[in-house]
């Protein structure tokens, strides 16, 4: 009897465990659910904290192919553009090359600039919040031609929270003749 005594405890011992490490695995896997969400979620949330910190940013992400990440630097709030349709890259790559490119490949990108681009300006649009950066890259031609510059422009909004990239290009009579001091 003693026996089965000691076996019944066992059982009972074992039972209890099992459901006691059944029920830490069950709020585990909730708790890793939950946390799962919330980082998907906070994902639509990155911000730059400005344009001149951006470009590197933005650089390396298109550079990378990270499209994922990148497109969560967007305001698509206003937009009919899809997330997903940044997501995938379709937003930014251009797969066909036009008749007319350049030999540096700078045609393959269509937003918000190609990658070697710097820096350069920003001013405010005619649009509250909203800011055109441009952004210029220089070309060294080799011995006895002079260098080319090329100018790029994209719109981003500043917000409490920091910086985002709005999809829509720059309008023709929006891209400046001169940009004025730089906005910080």
Known sequence: MDKNNKSSRLKSYLYVSFSFISIIL???LTGCQIMKHDQKDMSN???FS???EAVPIITDLLEKKNFEILSR????????????????????IQKERPEIAHPAGFWR????FAPGFKYQSVRA????S????????SIDQGAGSPGQMG???FYMIKSDKGWKLLPDPVAEDEIPGEMPETIQ
């Open 125 to 128: 649009s005619d649009k509250d």
């Open 109 to 112: 990108y269509k937003h918000p």
């Open 130 to 137: 909203i800011y055109i950066v441009e952004v210029s890259i």
């Open 45 to 47: 949330t990155y911000y």
């Open 73 to 92: 630097y967007y305001d698509l709030s206003n937009s009919d553009i899809a997330l997903t349709e940044l997501e995938s890259g379709d937003f930014f």
């Open 26 to 28: 069950l709020f585990f």
């Open 50 to 52: 400005g344009p001149a």
């Open 151 to 153: 100018l790029s422009y």
